[in-house]
């Protein structure tokens, strides 16, 4: 599962409306929410976001996301990965939807680790 960083991590009510102001879509909730509602049982699998490029900016959704599944003891396919984008609104930098192809085709693949 995946989301963009918002604010350092992930979105929250606030951030999600600064991004609407902004010219995103509307959305009321998001991965944050999802987690406390999917509990224990729903948290197999791999973890991402997206993030501007910027070597000034910490902060990543998908290490935040990746810790409720560890906090349970389940075993993440790979380590949380981040894809660049330019500037806050996108498009994927140069390259990095074809990393994402890549890392998806890992995570499917025997073993399913990266």
Same mark, same amino acid.
């Given at each position: 599962?995946?989301?963009?960083?918002?604010?350092?991590?992930?979105?929250? @009510?606030?951030? !999600?409306? /600064?991004?609407? %102001? %902004?010219? =995103?879509?509307?959305?009321?909730? =998001? &991965? %944050?929410?999802?987690? #406390?509602?999917?509990?224990? $049982?729903?948290? #197999?699998?791999?973890?991402? /976001?997206?993030? &501007?490029?910027?070597? #000034?900016?910490?902060?990543? $959704?998908? %290490?935040?996301? $990746? !810790?409720?599944?560890?906090?349970?003891?389940? +075993? *993440?396919?790979? #380590?949380? @990965?981040?894809?660049? &984008? /330019?500037?806050? @609104?996108?498009?994927? *930098?140069?390259?990095?939807? /074809? +990393?994402?192809? @890549?890392?998806?085709? +890992?995570? =499917?693949?025997?073993?399913? !680790?990266?």
């Amino acid at each position: 599962m995946g989301t963009p960083t918002h604010a350092f991590g992930l979105s929250r @009510e606030g951030t !999600r409306e /600064d991004a609407h %102001r %902004r010219g =995103g879509g509307l959305i009321t909730s =998001g &991965v %944050r929410e999802w987690l #406390d509602a999917a509990g224990r $049982a729903s948290l #197999d699998g791999a973890t991402f /976001d997206t993030h &501007v490029r910027h070597p #000034d900016l910490p902060g990543h $959704a998908g %290490r935040k996301i $990746a !810790r409720r599944p560890r906090k349970f003891g389940c +075993r *993440l396919a790979a #380590d949380p @990965e981040t894809f660049y &984008v /330019d500037g806050y @609104e996108g498009p994927l *930098l140069p390259g990095e939807l /074809d +990393r994402a192809r @890549e890392w998806g085709a +890992r995570l =499917g693949g025997p073993g399913g !680790r990266t």
